[in-house]
């Protein structure tokens, strides 16, 4: 059996610190190492805080795996001892991402390790499923897909990718439980994986005397004025209030008014648009009843059903999961963007919402709110 070799530069949240300290520095804390000015790990913690606060990435590193893995580890147990966390959800999602682009290029066999090593229940396929796509001459071109992963891993993971058809179960192979996967597919669901991961490992984190850190928590709060990370929080509060329970036009991308004026107007809006809308509309802040005062124009309107649905959406019912908006391109790909390109501010209508509410408080939008159903139509 081949030698498996992971390079935990690339996956720090798959080793403990206390692993690397029993080998590298015994008798040594995490606080201590991180406590000291100039350590190779607290200077590494810092180079990564800034990247993600002020360009969403980390820094290709310069040292080794263990001091990558004791600077992941000290900089979540300064966000929590801060505890900010949505700021350990950025890093949680930074992290995944930046995880992801080794991850790709890895051989099978290492992804399938790293993939337990998450606790994700999947096996190399012992004969893997092969779909053909087209030709190439005499030669048949083939969608090979290697992996199967348990079908309740597989679902349990879908959750932010479950608005894209490309995750749909109904486009997967499904064979005794098991889910069929092609690489690119696989190791996006492992990006999500390594999200949660993270999430877990922040949670269970315990620190019984803070004080240990004062000084690496002191580095860690400058870089976060210097890179306006508590300013950009106080503005998104603000966004988030003002936006809540309002429908403001103006601020909306063009797919969301269409949409929305084409309700108004009495049309009969086909599954996917009716969704796009109910889940823009609850995640801007609106309440259920005003949602449905919208949805009253629909011609089919049943407000049993309708109720059932956007509460549904709305995380209200059942799994108790508040969906997002589809994002830019499943837009696209159903037909519901009225533009040929993107809009500023993000690849989600809701991002595009809350960049142009954001300009407004800044005084370089528009100034008009309506909440009026009525008036949607204008
Ligand atoms: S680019 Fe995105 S936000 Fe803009 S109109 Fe199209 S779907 Fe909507």
């Known amino acids: 059996m081949a030698t498996i070799i992971i390079d935990y530069t690339y996956y720090p949240f798959l080793q403990k610190p206390e692993e690397i300290i029993s ?54 147990t300064a966000i929590k001892i801060i505890g900010d966390k949505k700021l350990a959800q950025k890093i949680a999602v930074i992290y995944s991402k930046h995880s992801w682009t080794r991850l790709r290029e890895e051989p099978l066999p290492v992804i399938v390790s790293i993939a ?8 190399i396929a012992k004969k ?23 079908l309740k891993d597989y679902l349990s993971l879908l959750h932010r990718l479950a608005m894209d058809p490309k995750y749909a179960l109904v486009n997967q192979i499904l064979d005794k439980g098991y889910v ?16 949660r991961r993270i999430m877990r490992i922040y949670d269970e984190i315990i620190i019984e005397n803070p004080d240990e850190y ?3 928590i002191n580095d860690v709060k400058n870089i976060l004025e210097k890179t306006g990370w508590f300013e950009k929080q106080k503005l998104t509060v603000e966004i988030e209030k003002t936006t809540s329970g309002v429908i403001d036009l103006e601020a ?15 049309e009969n809006l086909g599954h996917h648009e ?12 609106m309440d259920v009843d005003t949602i449905l005062e919208y949805f009253k124009h629909a011609p089919d309107y049943n407000e049993k059903i309708a109720r059932y649905q956007i509460e549904h959406i709305a995380g209200l019912r059942g799994s108790r999961k508040k969906y997002l908006p589809y994002n830019c391109d499943t837009m696209k790909s159903y037909g519901l963007c009225p533009i040929q390109d993107y809009c500023e501010g993000g690849r989600n209508p809701l991002a595009v919402y809350k960049r142009n509410v954001w300009k407004k408080l800044r005084g370089k939008g528009g100034k008009k709110t309506n909440n009026n159903p009525k008036k949607a139509e204008e």
């Open 128 to 150: 893997p499923v092969k779909i053909p796509v087209g030709a190439k001459g005499k030669t048949i071109i083939y969608n090979v897909k290697p992996v199967v992963i348990k």
């Open 180 to 195: 069929y996967l092609e690489k690119e597919l696989f190791t996006r669901i492992l990006e999500e994986a390594v999200a």
């Open 116 to 123: 337990k090593a998450l606790g994700i229940n999947t096996e």
């Open 23 to 76: 080998i590298r520095l015994p008798g040594l804390k995490l606080s201590k190492i991180i406590n000291t000015p100039g350590s190779p790990a607290r200077s590494r913690a810092l180079e990564i805080l800034e990247s993600i606060i002020s360009k969403g990435r980390i820094k290709p590193s310069r040292q080794d795996s263990e001091t990558e893995v004791l600077a992941f580890h000290a900089l979540l």
């Open 214 to 216: 004062s000084g690496f």
């Open 274 to 285: 009716r969704f796009a809308i109910a889940a823009f509309l609850a995640r801007i802040g």
């Open 252 to 266: 909306f991308p063009p797919c969301m008014k269409n949409l929305l004026n084409r309700l108004v107007n009495g």
